[in-house]
């Protein structure tokens, strides 16, 4: 059974930092990687799709790495922002299933 | 440009009631799932869908039913209501590969 696990559950840095926030699975069969954000009291926001045979995507200043054999993924996030501050979520969907796996999240504040 | 619509947004239903909870997508998707949000639980899949007419269980089932009578629509349906319900409910379609959410549903059952 593919579970999904974030580590820390929360994080606090100062405005400016570069910062990662890790994800890890336990099986590598997985058809992609999805990384969401949730801001309090809403829904989850799409950040970064990964399929599997792809290694990284990019989007303004966020950076998603995957590496299937060691079971894990990344997000990057470069001079982070107040704004940034939010539950971040990643997904994995295995192969060959429809339904994607969920960590409980990363919380991260950034402090101005 | 609406993506995933969720009907309502807040309900309280008090123990033994029964409600429906509509999801809508405008995306076309043949995926469509239903999830519960617990503080300490994360995410836990409740039913989902592979396309229209067809429905499967999900990690915690007990208590609800569902049905995908037209491609677009999704409808979660608690049978008479428990406490233990009490969660916020998000909807997700997909077209199998990235998933998009809609803004959830927070029900209170007392």
């Known amino acids: 059974k593919q579970e999904v696990t974030q580590i820390p559950a929360a994080l606090s840095v100062p405005e400016g930092e570069n910062l990662v926030l890790n994800c890890s699975f336990t099986?590598?069969?997985?058809?992609?990687l999805q990384w969401f954000r949730q801001d309090p009291g809403k829904g989850l926001t799409s950040l970064l799709l990964?399929?599997?045979?792809?290694r990284e995507q990019t989007s303004g200043r966020l950076n998603a790495s995957l590496d299937k054999s060691s079971g894990r993924s990344t997000l990057y996030i470069a001079a982070s922002q107040p704004g940034d501050s939010a539950t971040y979520l990643c997904?994995?969907?295995?192969?060959?299933?429809?339904?994607?796996?969920f960590g409980k999240g990363t919380k991260l504040t950034v402090n101005p | 440009n609406a993506g995933v619509t969720q009907t309502p947004k807040f309900r309280v239903l008090k123990t033994g009631q029964s409600m429906t909870l509509l999801c809508a997508q405008d995306?076309?998707?043949?995926?469509m799932y239903w999830y519960r949000q617990d503080p300490g639980m994360g995410l836990r899949l409740i039913h989902y869908?592979?396309?229209?007419?067809?429905?499967a269980k999900g990690e915690v089932p007990d208590g609800y039913n569902v049905s995908r009578l037209k491609k677009q629509n999704f409808l979660l349906g608690l049978e008479s209501a428990a406490p233990s319900q009490t969660s916020v409910y998000f909807c997700?379609?997909?077209?199998?590969?990235?998933?998009?959410f809609g803004q959830g549903t927070r029900l209170t059952v007392v």
């Open positions: 099986d590598s069969a997985i058809y992609n």
């Open positions: 869908s592979v396309g229209e007419g067809t429905t």
């Open positions: 997700a379609s997909s077209d199998g590969t990235e998933a998009f």
């Open positions: 990964i399929q599997s045979s792809q």
């Open positions: 995306m076309n998707h043949e995926y």
């Open positions: 997904a994995v969907r295995p192969s060959g299933s429809e339904k994607l796996v």
